[in-house]
């Protein structure tokens, strides 16, 4: 049966750690605004709604007094707080253009993370990212594939 304690520690996240990690916030605000535009197209209205009331519960609970001060961090760049608001329009103010942003791409902490990409699969399949060397232990496959057969 689900729980408002299980999204708890992604609230936590997002609310607590802004001013250490904009570039983590950034992503967890990006990923529940992906689920809603591309998980299921037909239930994107369906998907809005329960993603919004869940935030409204965290609020409720007191997990997190309020959204406002995410929305209106510094680090966090133009295209998260649309996200935000679009989202959690009953949470997040309005997105105003006196609010300063870390629009730059930049962020201090992150480098190029800091910023929502246009298509945030692309980075995974980029040709150009080199892959990580193979391990060199002897895991479980080759400890298996010694074993006797009965």
């Given at each position: ?71 209106e961090h ?50 995974l399949f ?13 895991g479980i ?10």
């Amino acid at each position: 049966r689900d729980s408002i304690s299980n999204i708890e520690p992604g609230v936590l996240l997002i609310a607590r750690f802004i001013d250490r990690y904009a570039y983590l916030t950034t992503s967890l605000v990006e990923f529940p605004s992906f689920v809603v535009d591309a998980y299921a197209p037909a239930l994107a209205s369906v998907i809005h709604r329960s993603i919004g009331m869940v935030m409204l519960g965290s609020v409720e609970k007191g997990f997190v007094p309020s959204l406002a001060p995410v929305c209106e961090h510094p680090r966090i760049d133009t295209a998260t707080r649309h996200q935000l608001h679009h989202l959690f329009p009953q949470l997040v103010p309005p997105v105003s253009d006196n609010v300063p942003a870390c629009d730059s791409g930049e962020d201090e902490v992150a480098g190029d993370y800091g910023a929502i990409s246009e298509d945030p699969l692309a980075q995974l399949f980029d040709d150009a990212m080199p892959l990580p060397p193979p391990a060199n232990d002897a895991g479980i496959g080759s400890r298996l594939s010694n074993t006797p057969s009965v």
